[in-house]
Nanobody, 120 residues
Framework: QVQLVESGGGLVQAGGSLRLSCAAS????????MGWFRQAPGKERAFVAT????????YYADSVKGRFTISRDNTKNTVYLQMNSLKPEDTAVYYC?????????????WGQGTQVTVSS
């Protein structure tokens, strides 16, 4: 089992910044990569970014490229999502997730989600 605990959500104004954290515990050795997803009201959950624990390779959704940065601290088993130049469209519940597959986009474990609200 992998447990994920998220923090850092909140209310910010458009153009502002916010950093989300996700602490992983349990059988973390089974985790190959971590990802961030978000779900806006009335919409389906969407991919935001992913990072591999070992190589640090990252991949971003087009909607957040240049604004969001995903990073990880292997010693703390923690993943971060630095969000800059936030827009009202970024308002959503943000979820941290873990996946064990090398190439699969299927994530095995999920956090509870943290609310991010961007006001205009």
């Amino acid at each position: 089992q992998v447990q994920l605990v998220e923090s850092g959500g909140g209310l910010v104004q458009a153009g502002g910044s916010l950093r989300l954290s996700c602490a992983a515990s349990g059988r973390t050795f089974s985790s190959y990569a971590m990802g961030w997803f978000r779900q806006a009201p009335g919409k389906e959950r969407a991919f935001v970014a992913t990072i591999r624990w070992t190589s640090g390779s990252t991949y971003y959704a087009d909607s957040v490229k240049g604004r969001f940065t995903i990073s990880r601290d292997n010693t703390k088993n923690t993943v971060y999502l630095q969000m800059n130049s936030l827009k009202p469209e970024d308002t959503a519940v943000y979820y941290c997730a873990s996946r064990s597959g090398l190439d699969s986009l299927t994530y095995d474990y999920w956090g509870q989600g943290t609310q991010v609200t961007v006001s205009s």
